[in-house]
């Protein structure tokens, strides 16, 4: 069976003067329209085609790929807004998706980007989008655990820092405090689950926690220390744009490395920065 707002492999019919006739199985006789029908192609070669409706609502075929299919979370731009409508989004496909008002969380303007959520309206069978992401995320207790490395999209900004959705099944905060630059909504990074809480609440950052981060750092440290005479101009007073450029960590995180080596009495400080004094190699 074809499946509308999905990647369908569908066996063809014949061909008409408006193009060829897919066989959708239950949806009836899928078109493809001439200009997307492959050279070559002949009754009962099998196409893989993305199937949609047309501004006449009417089901059609298309060998394009849409940036995004039913199911998906996409970051998408926004090509213009109908004030009786909504706003329509590029979606890759010549006709551009739907994102009624009713489904916005703020007012959009052309040009502007937003993640949304890509569904089938199940009263209209049409293929929309929607901004409210929390309906369409899983609402069972996130089994993240601390430390643990997590794929996120960087969903919108919020007064405390940004959303992000994580792993494509729960919704976390990165607090500002914790980042040294600001971020882009629709971008796709690596970060590490800081707390669940017992809520279902999800605290992030882009910093690994724990001894996963501090050991690897610490060893960055030293070998940073014997590459420049065993000496180096960092400590607790450095800034975090400084340390952030050179370690590519968090001022926090390198407090916690320089700490330990300290306790290790495998460094020592110079007020200012910090000088190896020995240790294990």
């Excluded at 199985?25 to 002949?42: F, H, Q, S």
């Excluded at 009417?58 to 979370?73: H, M, N, S």
């Excluded at 807004?81 to 703020?106: C, H, M, Y």
């Amino acid at each position: 069976m074809a499946f509308i707002g999905k990647t369908n492999r569908l066996r063809l019919v014949r061909h008409a003067t408006p193009g060829a006739y897919l066989d959708g199985e239950e949806l009836g006789e899928i078109l493809l329209p001439r200009r997307y029908v492959p050279p070559g192609a002949n009754p009962g070669d099998v196409l893989e085609v993305f199937v949609h409706r047309d501004s006449e609502d009417r089901l059609v075929a298309t060998t394009e790929t849409p940036l995004a299919t039913v199911g998906d979370f996409a970051c998408l731009k926004v090509i213009s807004v109908n004030p009786q409508i909504g706003a329509f989004l590029d979606w890759g496909l010549a006709k551009d998706l739907l994102l009624p008002f009713r489904e916005q969380t703020s007012p959009l303007s052309p040009g502007q980007r937003v993640v949304v959520y890509v569904y089938l309206d199940p009263k209209t069978d049409r293929i929309v989008a929607t901004a409210r992401l929390k309906r369409h995320l899983l609402r069972t207790h996130p089994p993240y655990q601390a430390g643990q490395s997590v794929n996120l999209v960087i969903a919108d900004k919020t007064p405390l820092g940004y959303n992000a959705i994580v792993e494509r099944e729960h919704m976390g905060l990165l607090f500002a405090n914790n980042l040294l630059s600001s971020l882009d909504v629709g971008q796709q990074l690596k970060g590490f689950v800081r707390a669940v809480h017992p809520d279902g609440k999800i605290d992030l950052t882009l910093d690994a926690s724990g001894y996963k981060r501090v050991a690897p750092l610490a060893d960055q440290i030293i070998e940073a220390l014997k590459q420049n005479g065993g000496r180096l101009p960092f400590d607790d007073d450095s800034s975090p744009e400084s340390i952030r450029e050179k370690f590519g960590v968090s001022k926090k995180a390198f407090k916690q490395a320089i700490g330990g080596l300290y306790k290790a009495r495998r460094i020592g400080f110079l007020n200012p920065g910090i000088e190896f004094i020995g240790g294990k190699s």
